[in-house]
């Protein structure tokens, strides 16, 4: 199935900065979408070329190719698997590279090869190899480019197909392929990321379900441990159909990463949402969200003068769709956002319109 589309969109703050300044997107795509089974063997792809153009700050103009794409395969009923590679392209987010003379685009690459095999009934085994490459076009200090390479084994339990319980280890190593060991500044030229992490997919009632997952992660660097930190990362998902035409979503999530630089060796965020959509007619969809967010800098290897930097924010978001024909979809849409810090250089705020459409071909 062949895809195209476009939207414009006004974004009141492009680089989320305390002095906004606004910007005119227009962008349009075309895509291709498959997904087609042959006995027990399945194959899917999701290909998107993406052109975004902007009217005042056209260095920041590019092409994005996002795709995910992969073979999800049967030796028989009791073993299966998938092989799959997906990858996105995008903007950093500028109220974080902070840099707003120079394009900075993200890419991010990640291939999975992983099999599970009925041991007992409802006991599955798991096991699976992982790589993931990360890469900016403009070195990122804080969050440097990286690649890295690891598996993964684990069990999972059935109670009914719609119903599991697993735990996973996980672990990757990975080398920084922009920045070199550095001494003098304690900038390491990798890590190792281990994670263990217990996950439950639940349908609780036929209109509600519920997906969790926990996780221990820790992050080791081979020469300086004094960037090390581990702690506890999670997400949980709930989604309720109140009625045919009606249904809400809660979303809590807290995570974990790398951001190195003299004061800070990780950041720890925590995000909390919540949605509703609302069939108002036979074509036409409204969906609001709001959400909560803070992020805190820790880990520093340099004495502080005050507080770690704390960040806090807040986005709400309305949006309307109107399917016109069965494979033509119009939208349009309203976002605001907000960010307040104790660091002066990191407060913003702005608000983003959008109207847009789609054809399936």
């Not at 227009?26 to 153009?53: H, I, M, N, P």
């Not at 007992?120 to 969050?143: C, N, P």
């Not at 979809?329 to 990191?346: E, L, T």
Request: no cysteine; charged share 25%.
């Amino acid at each position: 199935m062949l895809q195209a589309g476009a939207s414009l969109a006004w974004d009141s703050n492009i680089f989320r900065q305390g002095e906004a300044q606004s910007e005119r997107i227009e962008t349009g795509y075309v895509g291709l979408r498959l997904d087609k089974s042959y006995r027990q063997q399945r194959w899917f792809l999701d290909l998107t070329e993406t052109a975004y153009r902007y009217q005042n700050f056209n260095f920041l103009d590019f092409n994005a190719l996002n795709y995910r794409g992969g073979w999800a395969w049967h030796l028989s009923p009791r073993v299966s698997g998938v092989l799959s590679a997906e990858r996105a392209q995008s903007l950093v987010n500028y109220g974080l590279f902070r840099d707003t003379s120079v394009q900075n685009v993200r890419t991010a690459e990640r291939y999975l090869a992983n099999g599970e095999a009925e041991l007992a009934t409802r006991w599955h085994l798991l096991a699976g190899l992982i790589a993931e490459d990360v890469k900016y076009s403009v070195a990122f200090a804080q969050q440097p480019s990286y690649r890295a390479r690891g598996g993964e084994a684990g069990l999972k339990y059935l109670t009914r197909t719609d119903r599991y319980v697993s735990f996973r280890l996980i672990e990757l190593d990975a080398d920084y392929t922009d920045r070199a060991l550095d001494p003098a500044a304690r900038l390491d030229d990798g890590f190792r990321r281990r994670e263990a992490q217990l996950a439950a997919s639940w349908r609780l009632t036929v209109k509600t379900a519920l997906d969790a997952r926990l996780a221990h992660v820790a992050y080791r660097y081979p020469h300086f441990s004094e960037r090390d930190f581990s702690g506890v990362t999670g997400t949980l998902a709930l989604r309720w159909g109140a009625s045919p035409k009606l249904a809400f979503d809660l979303a809590l999530a807290r995570d974990m990463a790398p951001w190195v630089d003299d004061f800070t060796s990780y950041r720890v965020e925590q995000r909390a949402s919540l949605g509703a959509a609302w069939d108002v007619a036979a074509r036409t969809t409204l969906r609001a969200s709001l959400g909560h967010f803070n992020a805190d800098y820790r880990g520093a290897v340099v004495p502080l003068a005050g507080p770690a930097r704390s960040d806090s924010g807040a986005v709400a978001e309305l949006r309307a769709e109107w399917r016109a024909l069965r494979n033509l979809v119009f939208n349009a849409g309203w976002q605001h956002y907000r960010q307040d810090s104790n660091d002066p250089f990191s407060r913003f705020a702005g608000r983003i319109v959008t109207v847009g459409g789609s054809l399936l071909l």
